[in-house]
């Protein structure tokens, strides 16, 4: 039997975690480093990923921040082989990356709820193909962790209808995957956030394509309510979570999505 400390010893491990330059992709990233592990962090916003990634390397941990599109099948593609290049190895993924613009049906544009889709869903689809093709290689098996919500479980609010398809998609290509890839001892399981306050979550509340039937404050004032613990969740919330899947504590699991939302779902 293991003692706890090695339960949660990541330090031959690699890692990507996508959507990493701040917010949960962030936390995830700065536990599984604490851990020990090597850490890629992917994200769109250039700037921000490699600022974040050094000031985890300022702390002492090997990190490296890279701009990745995850809806580009070459980024992706260039993403894993980088952790390879940089680390020797991909032993645990973290599918973070998404966007959840408030758009009501009735004002979506086609364009509007494909981009959505295409980086909320078609990317978890091809970076697990890509590092699943690593993962086998290694022959070392490896841990998947992908980020949908609870919205993947009940509708949150208005205008959240692409972004809940994705997530639900999400979801069910968690549990398919993880029937694939148990053989090669590859686990992959999901996170359902609820509410958890992020700059992502201050931006959606602050923009400016929102329908004016919908008052952004007073939905979230009544989300809030709804929360047994009467408060909004923090990255770190989820970034505990991250931990313990993509390490030996959860060995025993796959196909498996962990409710994090302060209870929300009870009401």
Known sequence: MLEISKLLDLSDKSAIVTGAAKGIGFAIASRLAQAGANVLLADVDEDGVKE???????????AL???????????IQNMVASCVEHFGSIDILVNNAGIFPSIPIS??????????????????FLTTKHACALMRHQNSGG???????????????????????????????????ALEYAPD????????????YTPGVAAM?????????????????AFLSKI???RMGEPDDIGKV??????????????????????????
């Open 185 to 196: 001892k590859i686990w992959i399981n999901a996170i359902a956030p609820g509410g958890i």
């Open 107 to 124: 004002k979506m544009s086609l364009e509007e709820f494909e981009r959505i889709i295409a980086v909320n869903l078609k990317s978890v």
């Open 242 to 267: 991250a931990l313990f899947l993509a390490s030996d504590m959860s060995n025993y699991m796959t196909g498996e999505q962990i409710v994090v939302d302060g209870g929300a779902l009870l009401s």
């Open 205 to 221: 509340q602050s923009q400016s394509n929102l329908d004016p039937q919908i008052d952004q404050e007073s939905a979230v004032e």
């Open 52 to 62: 974040s990634a050094q000031k985890l390397e300022d702390e002492g941990f090997k």
């Open 143 to 177: 841990k998947i962790i992908n980020i949908t919500s609870i919205d993947a479980v009940h509708p949150s609010m208005v205008g959240l209808a692409a972004y809940d398809s994705s997530k639900h998609g999400v979801w069910g290509f968690t549990k398919n995957a």
């Open 65 to 75: 921040g890279e701009k990745v599109d995850v809806s580009s099948e070459i980024d």
């Open 228 to 230: 047994p613990m009467h």
